[in-house]
């Protein structure tokens, strides 16, 4: 099995897993990896102590993954099947994990944007950084705000000790216009430690072609979301660290650009008549949609400081993505103080600055007992605004948090872990006065700076009953924001204000998950089944203007997770993974849901299988399978309001030890099979009916020396 699921805690601790990738394999057969503890930015902690689910993608299974389709969401959909299908475009809004939106980290430093959500989280690094990536399933409150469907922290690769250099060129394209659809990337890092210091640094970049489906026909591009077709990126990243006794400094440097060339334009279908998005030549005149993103982060270790482990992170983030337009004037920009058909863009903007501080006290007292205590402070300030007539669309808001936590492990009871703690949210949300736009009706709504407050608790456990068996439960809390910015730019009422808008308050997601662990060295297997509820939710509706507003109402996710992993032979190995959810809303505020969340709120039902043969020393190959299955989304009486029809996608790669380096083929959509995506499927929209991308193929090579 390529990435295993596996049991994490969901509390304060941290992220633990044990790597169990089936896409290693030794010369002469599968290799057993040892139990290997891993952490995002926490602490570490045994296996046996984890009550969670936790998918590991180590770097073996990443690079696989990005030889066949060089994004971050492509690959969790295809190992994690209760992580949304990716919409195969610059914008993610709708992705989601177990039917809520994940919290994004890099070195776990937040990336995503809470207070006013664009949907960009997913690109704010280039894939060829990534040591790892770790998947923490289902709300909860590890890294504070905005883990109400878990958490993905992206683990950048750390100096070598030696000198190392590595290089990887990479190239694809499909067979109806190899020239138009070429895709090409190159990326290139250098490594050294020097006595007590290290260092490495990196730049790749990447320039996207156009994408045509199983047809032949250009698929369109999303010009005001943005697009990863017919795009460029470049990414910097330098990290260095100096170490001493049981101590250690490091700082990580992160700069992401990626930005459309704006030489496309979409040409809408017709959803009714089964006629698909496409695209032509031809320029729209605004800026081109774009991310730009720095993530910078300052971490102090002591391992022996005053008898505890100490863990200090400071960091930042300045993040602004620019959002295209449309050759149409959208009808929400528009003023009569501007002139008619006015065409204008919006931008997001956020400017995050934070501090994780973590104490470790083992066996306190002399007793089986560990504590792991410390406080976080995060401000963030969001604001959106439309750059082509300096308007402002979401006011400048401040959002200042400070959370001290404790935690504590018991593990006196042979076989059993027993974890529990508690984290006190304190928040303050500052906004001056503003007037909303003209498609509002200009409305004037007063500023304020209200306050929340929430304790929140987690509780858990895990017991090994036999040598190959396990099972774990927990409970845990997680707070998060409403979407801001989409709330405060909606207000069309007259006489609102910040400090009493209901819209504002938080919400608390309460997860519950029991989960059975089987794996005897040949076959691993685990089934786990969680319910995440939230009696203050919110959900996502597009209005008939294309524009998303927030709905505050319970939600209740109900789902499955399983996975299974069979070592057949020394050389083969068979994997399979299952996701199940069952969303629901209160559609008519009674304080009961009652209608079906639809596709921008939650995933399908979903099952995906692979095959890995390690056919010698030098030759390894990967098929892989995925069925996202047939989906009716009911509303409260019963009518079938969308229906998402399931389709079947099968990807192939294989690696060949050459030239004293490996050379990958992948082929995207084996079968080229014709399908509308997820997204356009649940959203019907006749300017985005876009079909996925049609059969492809990439060539890489990588070296290292």
Known sequence: MSSTGLRADCTLVGLVAIATSAGV?????????????????????????????????????????????????????????????????????????????????????????????????????????????????????????????????????????DLSQHIKVDTGLQAEDPAESADYGLSYSVSNRIDQWDILGSVSYRATGMGYDANGELIGVDNTQGDTMDSQSLNLFVKTGYNWQDQRLELMVNRYDIESNHEWTSVAGDVDADIPTTAEKGEIPAEGARNRVTTTSFSYEHNAFLHHRLRLQLFNQDFEATYGAQIEPIATFQDPAYGSDLIDQSQNNSEKKGLKFTLVKDSVAGLPVSVVYGFDLLEDKTWQALIQTNRTWVPATTYNNSAPFIQAEFTGIEHVTLSAGVRHESSTLEVDDFTTLYR????????????????????????QFAEAWRVFANYSEAFSMPDVGRVLRGIDTAGEDVES??????????????????????????????????????????????????????????GLEFQFGWAVSNNDQLGVRYAQAEGRYDSDQDGKVDSDLDGTNISPDRVNLSWDRQWNAGIHSRLQVSRLLDREVKNKEGEITNEFEGYTTVDFNVDLAVLAGTLTVAVQNLTNA???????????????NFKGLGRSVSLSYQRKF
């Open 25 to 161: 394999f030794a010369a002469d057969g599968p290799t057993k990896l040892e139990e290997v503890v891993v952490t995002a930015s926490r602490i570490e902690k045994p296996l046996s102590a984890i009550p969670n689910t936790v998918t590991i993608i180590n770097n073996v299974d990443l690079q696989q993954q990005l030889s066949i389709q060089n994004d971050i969401s492509t690959v969790l959909g295809n190992l994690i099947p209760s992580f949304s299908p990716s919409r195969q475009k610059m914008t993610n809004a709708g992705e989601s994990l177990r039917g809520r939106k994940p919290l994004y980290l890099i070195d776990g430093v937040p990336q995503s944007n809470p207070l006013r959500n664009g949907g960009r989280d997913g690109h704010t690094i280039d894939p060829s950084v990534l040591e790892r990536v770790e998947v923490l399933h289902g709300a909860n409150a590890i890294h504070g705000m905005g883990a109400a469907g878990g958490v993905i922290n992206l683990i950048t690769k750390r100096p070598t000790e």
């Open 440 to 463: 509002y009706g200009s409305q004037f709504v007063r500023g304020g700076k209200p306050s929340f407050s929430k304790t929140l608790t987690n509780v858990g456990g895990t017991y």
């Open 501 to 558: 808008f209901l819209n504002l308050q938080p919400i608390l997601t309460e997860n519950t998950e029991l989960g059975l662990e089987f794996d005897n060295g040949t076959i691993n297997s685990q089934l786990s089944y969680y319910s995440s509820n939230s009696d203050f939710g919110q959900r996502l509706q597009r209005g008939d203007d294309g524009i998303y507003t927030v709905k505050r109402e319970k939600t209740d996710v109900d």
């Open 674 to 688: 014709d399908y509308y995506t997820y997204y356009s499927q649940s959203t019907p929209n006749d300017l985005r």
